[in-house]
């Protein structure tokens, strides 16, 4: 069993009165996509923050590798190679696609004394820039500007601009979201492509997507994990069953 890239261990994050994760534990492995699914407000984004360092946990422990990354901000996690990409698309979007890929390597591969050379002058961000694009299957797009994409191409940018920062670890939240059944199926082999190399967080309402894909599920209802396990396991846990998956999932 390969040890995991990142630990969540009993991490739990109010909202005022309302504790939207609670006790959560969960890890991430190299060659793995694991997805956390739930009903809408069951607490998934809010776990994704709190694993990217974007929400402080009000109780819990995040490990790096074997390092507690608990107190470090997201930049700092961010250069430790954890990368995301989020519900909303945060592309550039009058930027080309190579600049916007080449933008988000700098915040890793640039030293903090360089941050006054122009970006096109940095050749490790620039390679950085062209290996997402080849990962990400977008390098024929490199100079198309970014905002005239169609939807399925500017999730497949955002995922590009999280690989140009070289992490491990991919925390992906509804990377799916909007796509018709083509484009579906361009991500999914792009996520296939991608765990060889990297631990996967797929938050996601696809089921049929999520079930294909995904080598470990953890379901959440109102903050809480009520099972994890492979595919299979989740499709026959009868309390999964009643709180979530509909008889068609199932
Ligand atoms: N910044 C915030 N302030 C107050 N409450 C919040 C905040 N962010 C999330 N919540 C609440 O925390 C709970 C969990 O929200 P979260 O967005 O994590 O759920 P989710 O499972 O990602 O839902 P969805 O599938 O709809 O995206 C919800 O009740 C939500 O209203």
Redesign the pocket.
């Known amino acids: 069993m390969p040890q995991p890239l990142l630990s969540a261990r009993h991490i739990t994050r109010r909202?005022?009165g309302?504790t939207?994760i609670d006790d959560v534990s969960l890890d991430l492995k190299r060659g793995a996509v694991h997805a956390v699914i739930?009903t809408?407000?069951?607490?998934?984004?809010?776990?994704v923050s709190v694993l990217a360092g974007e929400l402080a946990p009000h109780a819990g422990t995040i490990f790096l590798r074997d390092q507690d990354v608990t107190a470090w901000p997201q930049p700092r996690r961010a250069r430790a190679g954890m990368g995301r990409s989020y519900?909303r698309t945060t592309i550039f979007p009058s930027l080309t696609v190579h600049e916007n890929c080449r933008i988000a390597a700098q915040a890793r591969h640039q030293h903090f004394w360089h941050w006054h050379i122009a970006a096109r002058n940095c050749r490790s961000s620039n390679e950085a820039a062209d290996h997402a694009l080849a990962l990400a299957g977008l390098d024929s797009a490199r100079s198309r500007v970014a905002g005239l994409l169609s939807h399925g191409g500017k999730r497949q940018l955002e995922i590009a601009m999280s690989l140009a920062t070289s992490p491990d670890v991919l925390l992906l939240d509804e990377p799916l979201a909007g796509m018709g059944a083509e484009e579906t199926g361009r991500m999914l082999e792009l996520m296939a492509s991608l765990k060889a190399d990297h631990a996967v967080l797929l938050?996601e309402?696809d089921m049929d997507a999520v079930f294909r894909i995904s080598d470990e599920i953890t379901v959440?209802v109102n903050?809480t994990v009520i099972a994890h396990g492979d595919p299979q396991t989740i499709r026959d846990d009868a309390q999964v069953q009643a709180a979530y998956l509909g008889e068609d999932d199932a």
């Open positions: 909202f005022g309302l939207a739930g809408n407000g069951a607490g998934k984004s809010t776990l519900q938050i309402h959440m903050g």
